[in-house]
């Protein structure tokens, strides 16, 4: 795949080309905590797209293109800094939205679930409720804990969000929003002051250099002179 047709042709076109290759694994991330995606799927696709996203940018930088100490320092920090962006995207995009949108309702408990894993020898539980409201419509998405705080049929107070897109959330939970928010802004600034040593991709070519020479023309065929009959002896 030819990649010079995308590649930026000014340097600020680079450095936000950069940006949004390493911020689109968390854009993903933010959808997931929005419709209740389970949280080790998103580290998951996390780490995978930080992964390709590392790939693709050294498709265009090539192996040269972080020489110095300072860059390379840096090009770690804006990896690190995306893949904490991404968790503080998984983990705290829903309570922010319940926070400033979210309306307090109260809501019984329809059905638990429970999950067993088995890590490093010991056995882990994951209880995730599904609540309804008290005319007995559902709510969308349900929320997990690793304690069985709620049974099937007792009332609790979450906070919804009106559209029905995001998944409920207790209120002590979402006040954990702010915490997540710091997180989510200071990974922002030091991907920004990192783009700022790395320098963006790189316009120049990653591969090898082709060197063509230029076509002389047709050649003409080498005009040969006929042999004729041997050189005839001198008379006597």
């Keep these: 795949m030819d990649l010079d047709r995308f590649r930026p042709r000014s340097e600020a076109a680079s450095r936000l080309t950069l940006f949004a290759c390493l911020l689109a694994p968390s854009v993903v991330a933010a959808i997931g905590s929005l419709r209740s995606w389970q949280w080790w799927n998103l580290l998951v696709f996390l780490a995978v797209g930080l992964g390709l996203a590392a790939v693709f940018v050294r498709g265009f930088?090539?192996?040269?293109?972080?020489?110095?100490?300072?860059?390379?320092?840096?090009?770690?920090?804006l990896l690190v800094a995306a893949f904490v962006l991404g968790v503080s995207a998984s983990a705290g995009t829903r309570l922010t939205v319940l926070e400033w949108w979210g309306r307090p309702t109260t809501v019984t408990v329809q059905d638990v679930r429970v999950k067993h894993d088995v890590r490093r020898d010991r056995s882990v539980f994951e209880f995730c409720f599904r609540v309804a409201r008290l005319d007995g419509s559902p709510v969308f998405g349900d929320f997990c804990r690793s304690g069985r705080e709620w049974r099937e049929g007792?009332?609790?107070?979450?906070?919804?969000?009106?559209?029905?897109?995001?998944?409920?959330?207790?209120?002590?939970?979402v006040s954990m929003a702010g915490t997540w928010r710091t997180v989510g802004l200071v990974s922002i600034a030091v991907m920004g002051l990192s783009i700022r040593f790395v320098g963006g991709m790189s316009p120049e070519r990653s591969g090898p250099t082709i060197v063509r020479r230029p076509d002389p023309g047709p050649r003409h065929p080498r005009m040969l002179r006929p042999k004729g009959p041997g050189k005839r002896g001198r008379g006597r």
Excluded at 61 to 77: D, L, M, S, W, Y
Excluded at 154 to 173: K, N, Q
């Design 61 to 77: 930088t090539g192996p040269a293109a972080r020489e110095t100490f300072v860059q390379r320092a840096a090009g770690v920090a």
């Design 154 to 173: 007792m009332r609790m107070e979450v906070l919804l969000e009106p559209t029905g897109f995001v998944a409920p959330e207790t209120p002590e939970e």
